[in-house]
Structures are given as structure tokens and as C-alpha cells.
């Protein structure tokens, strides 16, 4: 597609549902990236694949995320018994490979707000 | 640790009044620094990538700079249009390629 495409753009749950949130990235970039965006502050990397690697899953919180990428396409990252903490918006990006310092087109979002 | 500190943390200017977003950073060894800009309700939007001391790109009325320690963005006569949070991240050579640090941004108004 023309540019990452992230759905839903808003999710309302209770605390202890699960969440899917999915993203599509631009079609030919093998890197696909999940970060998560508090209000008032920087975006904290949760989990990035590349290619056929096994992904670096360093930045997930705890062991209620995962993360999900079938071949170089579709990502969902899926949150187990929402807390309150886990309120954010979460922005997929992609780019076209990881090597060197390379640059991340991000999605638009999606707003998660746990009640 | 790694680190990106960015100030102010909110401008305001009047539009033609130039002004400078710094962002400090602490990185074992620098891959690249980053600057995007975002609007409410969007994601990051790239403006620049600097990769070391010395250099200076230029997009319309913004201009990036980097230095061993900091970097900063340089707005030159602002419009309202350029009412955005910018954000500074960096890559270094020591952690996952995809781990970016972001900071938590400078938040712009541009008034008429």
C-alpha cells in the first residue's frame, strides 16, 4: 500500500480482555517495528522483525504482549488481561531493510484505552 | 544507558519569530540521529537523519544540525503550519537495529 495502515485506530476494552491491534506495512519493506506512545512521553520500542530473522523482542513489557508477522506482511500485536497501564497508542512502522541507520515510515496508530 | 533529552518542552513563537528545538543525546556510539515531525492524531513524520559531527541538512524553513553531544533544529521564520511536537531519536551501533531512543519532543505552536 501507499503507506502503513494500522487498525483499529481506536479500541476501548475492560480491564482483563484481550487486544488484537494490526498493522499492514508498505508493500516491499522487509523491517516492521511496534512502539508504544504514553501521553507526555517518547515512544518506547516494544518488538521488531526483519525478514525471516527471529525477532527482537527486547522492549516488550511484560509476557502479556506478543507480537506476531507473517513472512513480510501483516503484524498483530495482541495484549493478554489489559491493565489500565497499558492505556497508549501504539504505532506500527516499516522500512525497507535494517541495515545502516535506516528510516521508519510510521502508521497512524491505534489508540488503546483499557476502562 | 542510552539517552535522548529534548528542550523546551513546549514553544511557543510568532509567526516570522526564528527559533532553536535542541536535543541532547548520551549513546555509546551513534548510528544516526533522527528528527520527525508529529501532528495530533498521526504518526512521526521523517524530516532528517544526521549521521556525524559537522553536518547540516536543510528542508524549506527548518534546518538540522549535529554535534558530538546535541543536535538542534532550527526554525527560520516559522509559519502556522509548522505547529507540530517534533521528536529526536537515535540509533546506536551497540543495540538492536530496530531499537530506536526516541525523546519525548518539543511541542510547537506557530501563532498568526
Known amino acids: 500500500g501507499a503507506g502503513v495502515s494500522q487498525s483499529p485506530s481506536n479500541k476501548v476494552t475492560e480491564k482483563g480482555k484481550d487486544v488484537e491491534l494490526r498493522c499492514d506495512p508498505i508493500?516491499?519493506?522487509?523491517?516492521l517495528y511496534w512502539y508504544r506512545q504514553r501521553l507526555g512521553q517518547g515512544l518506547e520500542f516494544l518488538i521488531y522483525?526483519?525478514?525471516?530473522?527471529?525477532?527482537?523482542k527486547s522492549g516488550l513489557p511484560s509476557d502479556r504482549f506478543s507480537a506476531e508477522r507473517t513472512g513480510e506482511s501483516v503484524s498483530t500485536l495482541t495484549i493478554q488481561r489489559t491493565q489500565q497501564e497499558d492505556s497508549a497508542v501504539y504505532l506500527c512502522?516499516?522500512?525497507?531493510?535494517?541495515?545502516?541507520?535506516?528510516?521508519?515510515?510510521f502508521g497512524a496508530g491505534s489508540r488503546l484505552t483499557v476502562l | 544507558e542510552d539517552q535522548v533529552t529534548q528542550s523546551p518542552e513546549a514553544l511557543r513563537l510568532q509567526e516570522g519569530e526564528s527559533s532553536s528545538l535542541n536535543c541532547s543525546y548520551t549513546?555509546?556510539?551513534?548510528?544516526?540521529l533522527f528528527w520527525y515531525r508529529q501532528d495530533p492524531g498521526k504518526g512521526p513524520e521523517f524530516l532528517f537523519t544526521?549521521?556525524?559531527a559537522g553536518e547540516e541538512k536543510e528542508k524549506e524553513r527548518l534546518k538540522a544540525t549535529l554535534t558530538k553531544k546535541e543536535s538542534f533544529l532550527h526554525i527560520t521564520a516559522p509559519k502556522p503550519e509548522d505547529s507540530a511536537t517534533y521528536l529526536c531519536?537515535?540509533?546506536?551501533?551497540?543495540?538492536?537495529?530496530?531499537?530506536?531512543?526516541f525523546g519525548k519532543g518539543t511541542k510547537l505552536s506557530v501563532k498568526p
Open positions: 512502522a516499516s522500512s525497507l531493510s535494517s541495515s545502516g541507520a535506516n528510516v521508519l515510515t
Open positions: 508493500s516491499g519493506h522487509t523491517a
Open positions: 522483525f526483519q525478514g525471516n530473522s527471529a525477532p527482537d
Open positions: 549513546v555509546s556510539g551513534l548510528r544516526g
Open positions: 544526521l549521521y556525524s
Open positions: 531519536a537515535v540509533m546506536n551501533y551497540g543495540g538492536s537495529q530496530g531499537n530506536l531512543i
